[in-house]
């Protein structure tokens, strides 16, 4: 019979082959999802290059055209060509999606972190404003917003911009809150730091991570928000390529002509799962770089550099 020695032994190696096979599927999942990504936007910057068509040139003699040589997605009702009209698509979705999440994450974790280092009456205005956020259904807020300033890019702009950032706030202060008991804040604060230093310089760079990380899903969430908006005609207007009110042109012709709606979904798809991928990758080696740090019982790495 094995002893105890023995077993602690095994159950340690295959602990430890299991934690080799996690990583290496999160370096895999990082790897193929920003693969993907980077293809997507290479296609969206040489898009001139790309597309063998104009997006908007119109035949309506070569309408309905099933996916050929000439046309390698098929063509539209209007005769438009669908591949070059995706790979337009991919500049103004990528566009909007990146804008419409990376503005609202910087001011979202600034209040964030300035409510919970500061707490107090601070504090209690922030979180205030941001449950009133939260507490409408954010499509139908965003919606609403749009039915007041417009539809179009910049009705998405400015309704995404007014409400996407609550979750980054209150993402940011639940992670201050336990920072600012950290060392390295205490310490900051104990050598006479100004608080602008303390937030800015030391706390916000390790509030990043897990907005970093969030901001995968929401990245996904916004595309997915702006194909539905243009879907329902109140987002991109056309005759702009965009890839949700590209699915919204086709439906009518679903039964008959399959790749107007279908082809660009996949798209829509393809590109969510990427940004899923990438930040799966994102959270796990986000998550072992700060276990490591915390296991040494060392400050994080930005905050490193500024007390060493």
Do not use: C
């Amino acid at each position: 019979m094995a002893t105890r020695q023995e077993v602690i032994l095994a159950s340690a190696g295959r602990l430890r082959r299991k934690a080799v096979s996690e990583r290496r599927w999160a370096n895999a999942a990082l790897y193929v999802g920003a693969g993907i990504l980077g293809l997507v936007a290479l296609v969206a910057i040489f898009a001139p290059l790309i597309a063998p068509h104009s997006p908007n040139a119109q035949d309506l003699a070569g309408a309905f055209q099933s996916p050929s040589t000439d046309h390698i997605m098929g063509t539209d009702n209007l005769g438009r060509d669908i591949f070059s009209r995706v790979v337009y698509a991919a500049r103004v979705d990528l566009q909007i999606g990146f804008i419409t999440t990376y503005v609202p994450l910087v001011y979202g974790v600034i209040l964030g972190a300035i409510a919970g280092y500061f707490g107090g009456w601070v504090d209690a205005v922030i979180m205030r404003l941001v449950d009133v956020v939260i507490a409408f259904p954010f499509l139908v807020l965003v919606i609403a917003i749009l039915a007041v300033v417009g539809p179009g890019v910049k009705g998405i702009y400015i309704a995404v911009l007014a409400v996407a950032w609550a979750m980054y706030a209150r993402l940011t202060r639940a992670e201050m809150l336990v920072l600012r008991e950290q060392q390295f804040m205490l310490a900051g604060e104990a050598l006479g730091f100004s608080r602008r230093r303390i937030i800015f310089r030391h706390a916000i760079p390790n509030l990043l991570r897990p907005n970093l990380v969030f901001s995968m899903a929401d990245f996904v969430l916004n595309i997915l928000l702006v194909a539905s908006l243009s879907f329902l005609g109140l987002g991109v207007r056309p005759p702009t390529p965009e890839w949700g009110a590209m699915v919204a042109e086709g439906q009518n012709f679903l039964l008959n002509a399959w790749w107007i709606t279908t082809l660009p979904g996949i798209v829509i798809v393809v590109v969510g799962i990427a940004l899923s991928l990438v930040g799966d990758g994102l959270a796990d080696r986000l998550g072992e770089r700060f276990r490591l740090t915390v296991d040494s019982g060392s400050a994080p790495d930005t905050a490193k550099g500024e007390h060493a």
